[in-house]
């Protein structure tokens, strides 16, 4: 059995679609806030391998709730890897560019030093140092700029907005791979199978949409996408101030995913997917 932390999330939502009979923990099942109680959740259920798909994700509100979300994102996965490595089975976590400063153009490689820039980045971070010292078999898959049908994402920010206004402005020096949840979630189960058999692959794993592009020009492809006509003006992001600061550069590289045999989606296609269907839903 699979057990899977996180429900309602869009990765999770997604992990539900893939793969139904795998056993999901919602934050009524297992709190997060509680490293201890996930721990033990897992010696309960006892499963052949572990996805942690639940995260506190609010990147501007972390920097007022730093406690909370390093408990989340920092001592619940390592609490989880200790008690899956005491058991003998595998832990596939997701973590984000946001360990990185942002700095140059050149997309990060897994064992690029990291430096968060800020509160949500640094308890991920520290969440994935647990992992590593837990001594288990594990996989640490960063990705960015999750988008899904489900929950709160960009796509979904800017089809509401998209649809009340006329223009909009939006920031054009981020750079980065947008991401479609249900990506992760295929490369979560894929990547879960390869470790029962081949624990030497445990490691640190990039994955993000392609191709690279900024905030301004994935707001530009859904709203052409989608058929809303309202304007992306270009703006840098100094003219958009936020509590957390955002890396500039989230460029990732991603090649080593090649030993699972998997390679950067196209986010286009799972635009044009996540599109199909908030329609169906509509
Ligand atoms: N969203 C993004 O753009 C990015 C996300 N990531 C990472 O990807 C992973 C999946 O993110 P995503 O699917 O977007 O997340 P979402 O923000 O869509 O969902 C987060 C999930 O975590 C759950 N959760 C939050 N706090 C707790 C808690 N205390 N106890 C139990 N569950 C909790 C939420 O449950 P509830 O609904 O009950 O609040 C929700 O199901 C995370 O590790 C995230 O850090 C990485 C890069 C980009
Ligand atoms: C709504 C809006 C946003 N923006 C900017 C703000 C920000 O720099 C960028 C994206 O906005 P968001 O609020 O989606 O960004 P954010 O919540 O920071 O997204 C991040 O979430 C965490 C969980 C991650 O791990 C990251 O990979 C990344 O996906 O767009 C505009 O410029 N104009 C707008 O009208
Ligand atoms: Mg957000």
């Not at 010696?43 to 572990?50: D, K």
């Not at 596939?92 to 990185?100: A, E, G, L």
């Not at 968060?116 to 971070?125: E, M, N």
Request: glycine residues 8%; hydrophobic residues 40%.
């Amino acid at each position: 059995m699979i057990l899977v932390f996180g429900q309602s999330g869009q990765v999770a939502t997604e992990l539900q679609r893939l793969q139904p009979d795998a056993l999901f923990l919602g934050r009524a099942q297992a709190d997060l806030s509680d490293p201890d109680a996930c721990a033990a959740a897992i010696r309960a259920h006892a499963p052949r391998v572990v996805i942690n798909a639940a995260a506190y994700t609010a990147v501007d509100r972390a920097e007022e709730e730093d406690a909370l979300a390093t408990t989340i994102n920092g001592d619940a996965p390592a609490a989880m890897a200790r008690a899956c490595a005491a058991l003998g089975i595998p832990l596939v976590h997701i973590s984000t560019d946001y360990v990185f400063d942002g700095s140059g153009e050149v997309p990060f490689a897994p064992d690029h030093p990291t430096e968060p820039l800020g509160a949500y980045g640094r308890s991920k971070l520290k969440g994935e140092q647990g992992v590593r010292a837990a001594g288990g078999t594990y996989a640490i898959l960063r990705t960015s700029w999750v988008f899904s049908a489900h929950g709160n994402n960009f796509v979904k920010t800017m089809l509401r907005l998209g649809a009340e206004r006329d223009s909009l402005t939006v920031v054009a020096d981020q750079i980065g791979g947008p991401t479609p949840a249900r990506a992760i979630g295929q490369a979560c189960l894929t990547i879960a199978q390869h470790l029962q058999t081949a624990p030497e692959a445990s490691g640190t794993y990039h994955l993000s949409g392609a191709p690279d592009t900024s905030w301004a020009g994935f707001a530009r492809a859904i709203m052409a996408e989608a058929g809303l006509h309202c304007e992306i003006a270009d703006i840098p992001t100094l003219a958009y101030p936020t509590p957390a600061r955002r890396p500039l550069n989230s460029r990732m590289d991603c090649s080593s995913l090649s030993v699972f045999g998997l390679d950067r989606p196209s986010w286009r296609e799972g635009l044009e997917d996540v599109l199909r269907d908030l329609k169906g839903n509509s």
